[in-house]
């Protein structure tokens, strides 16, 4: 398995983790009061514009350091032949948010669910912001 392989299925193994962290319990993790849903909703929305855009330096501008190191610019080429297999983008139906923490680092975060219709499929986008508002996690499928 290539170096980018493995770095690409620990960054996506991370975000599933906390994304089932934040999913798995009967009502939704509450977000925390250090962010605001609206402006995280914007942003996850945003993340979806430069992922339609493929705006590779734009993402990268968002990203914590991790995720620079993890998406290197294969697996941005593989992201978007994936999402240019649905189409022409049609529309976010729906944007919703959740809290979570990372138990090992105690650190809390905002997960964004966001389902995206295109002409052919619809993708859901899973992404998961810092405090500091970067870019922690991106997991679509």
């Known amino acids: 398995m290539k ?3 493995i770095k690409l299925l620990t960054v996506f193994l991370l975000v599933t983790i906390l994304s089932a962290i934040s999913l798995s319990a009967c009502t939704a993790p509450e977000l925390s009061a250090d962010y605001n849903e609206v402006e995280v909703k914007t942003a996850a929305e945003n993340v979806v514009t430069l992922l339609n855009a493929q705006d590779s330096e734009g993402l990268r501008a968002l990203f914590t350091e991790q995720m ?3 998406i290197t610019d294969d697996v941005f ?3 978007y ?3 240019e297999g649905g189409g022409t983008f049609d529309t976010i139906e729906s944007v ?3 809290g979570s923490t990372d138990k090992s680092t105690a650190e809390e975060f905002a997960t964004s669910v966001v389902t995206v ?9 899973t992404i998961t912001f810092n ?3 970067q870019l922690a996690g991106l997991y679509y499928k």
């Open 81 to 83: 032949a994936a999402i």
């Open 96 to 98: 919703n948010v959740v």
């Open 77 to 79: 080429v593989q992201i």
């Open 3 to 5: 170096k980018s392989s």
């Open 117 to 125: 219709k295109y002409e052919n499929k619809s993708f859901t986008y």
């Open 131 to 133: 405090k500091q508002m």
């Open 68 to 70: 620079n190191v993890a």
